[in-house]
């Protein structure tokens, strides 16, 4: 355990001056340190080295598997145990689509009131190709998620109602989707990295889920948890200095504004596994990583919550997160964005305040600069 503290220290040290070009930021730029990749060869022959490789594909866990074995650290023997002859490889980004999803309501009637006019719909692939879902892959091509969900199922999945509530429960979300009237949102998506789609949301508003969780009054935010499942989520065993599970938090206000939103498919169809399945949140004023995904658990509290990125690093992801073009992030310039609409076309666009949602959420937040300011300092 010990060491597993000093790898995440050692990989948080590292963080701090990475000087990546703006085009092509990560999240975190937490990487391995280069002593662990080094054991591999210096441990293995090279025959061994490509036998283990090729038996790690059929498991569908690539060169994560492989860095795992090689460190010894994490629960590599569980990965590979458990699924053997289970997995099956998908063959496309909308392979991924669980077979067992329920499919009752989709396509849903879009909801006229969210229109993007200012530009056209991105490509139903290019929102399935291009991810971050870190459980899956946060090391080489970070953004080719659905390769490695192989493993995952995320039908059934029970989601859990907790903290300041009338009383805890736990919903099958299967049921909970199928009780819901599901509805079409079409709407911009802003990653922090500043890329930036334009897609067709299925679900339904937060509010809906918040009334039948039954919070106590004195509830003044509201946290969600994705799913923690090593042996189906490859990315998990194969970086441990991460604080797995993945969680984020709204407060109250936010999370009743009607754009908050329970994502439960894509383009008329249920989610894809890298897109959040079986449900994840989509805060469309918000910097993407606020959307937890594969949600398994909301809980109600009367302190702000702790969040993911914001734990791992404080001065570049802050709690509220809020998309504007007048707060550059430290390491990079959020005035514009890369606007995906298919694959192999960017756009440079300019960013909007709350990504074009002034009118909606901007009375929540009286002091968010409408001028530009500098980054924050280091
Ligand atoms: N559990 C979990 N949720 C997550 C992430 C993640 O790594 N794990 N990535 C976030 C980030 S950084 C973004 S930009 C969006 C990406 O959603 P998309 O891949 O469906 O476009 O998911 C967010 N939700
Ligand atoms: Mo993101």
Redesign the pocket.
């Known amino acids: 355990m010990p060491y597993l503290l000093l790898a995440r220290r050692i990989a948080l040290l590292r963080t701090a001056p990475f000087p990546y070009d703006t085009n092509d930021t990560i ?1 975190a730029n937490i990487i391995l340190p280069p002593g662990w990749q080094l054991k591999e060869y210096q441990t293995t022959t090279e025959a061994a080295y490509h036998n283990r490789r090729a038996f790690l594909k059929t498991l569908g866990l690539g060169a994560i598997g492989l860095m795992t074995a090689a460190t010894g650290l994490g629960c590599a023997g569980e990965v590979h145990s458990s699924h053997a002859g289970a997995v099956v490889d998908p063959e496309g980004p909308l392979d991924t689509i669980p077979p067992n999803a329920p499919r009752d309501g989709y396509p849903a009637t879009r909801n006229t009131l969210y229109t993007v006019p200012e530009r056209p719909v991105s490509d139903r692939l290019v ?1 399935s190709s ?6 899956f892959i946060n090391q080489g091509n970070l953004k080719r ?1 659905w390769p490695h969900t192989g493993a995952y199922e995320a039908f059934p999945m029970t989601l859990e109602v907790a903290g300041l509530v009338e009383k805890p429960f736990t919903l099958d979300v299967g049921n909970l989707i199928v009780s819901m009237d599901l509805e079409e949102r079409l709407y911009r ?1 802003r ?3 500043a890329w930036s ?1 334009t897609v067709p949301w299925t679900g339904f508003a937060l509010s809906k889920l918040i009334e039948r969780c039954k919070p106590l009054s004195k509830a003044t935010h509201v946290q969600f948890v ?2 923690n499942r090593p042996k189906q989520m490859p990315g998990i065993p194969s970086a441990p200095w991460y604080p797995w ?2 969680y ?1 938090a709204l407060r109250m206000d936010e999370a009743m504004n009607e754009l908050a939103f329970v994502a439960t498919g ?1 383009y008329g169809e249920p989610l894809p596994k ?3 399945a079986p449900l ?1 949140l989509v805060l469309p004023w918000k ?8 949600v398994v658990r909301i809980a109600f509290t009367d302190k702000q919550p702790k969040t993911f990125w914001n734990e791992l690093q404080p001065k570049e992801y802050g709690f509220l997160s809020n998309v504007n073009p007048n707060v550059p992030h430290p390491r990079w310039s959020q005035a514009t964005e890369k606007f995906l609409p298919r694959e192999g076309v960017e756009e440079r666009v300019p960013t909007q305040i709350f990504n074009g949602y002034d009118e909606w959420v901007g009375a929540l937040y009286p002091d968010t600069p409408r001028e530009p300011t500098r980054p924050m300092a280091r």
């Open positions: 999240m929102a291009y991810n971050n879902f870190y459980e998620v998506f990653c922090v990295e789609l994705s799913a599970p993945y984020e894509l890298q897109n959040g994840r910097y993407g990583y606020k959307g937890a995904k594969a």
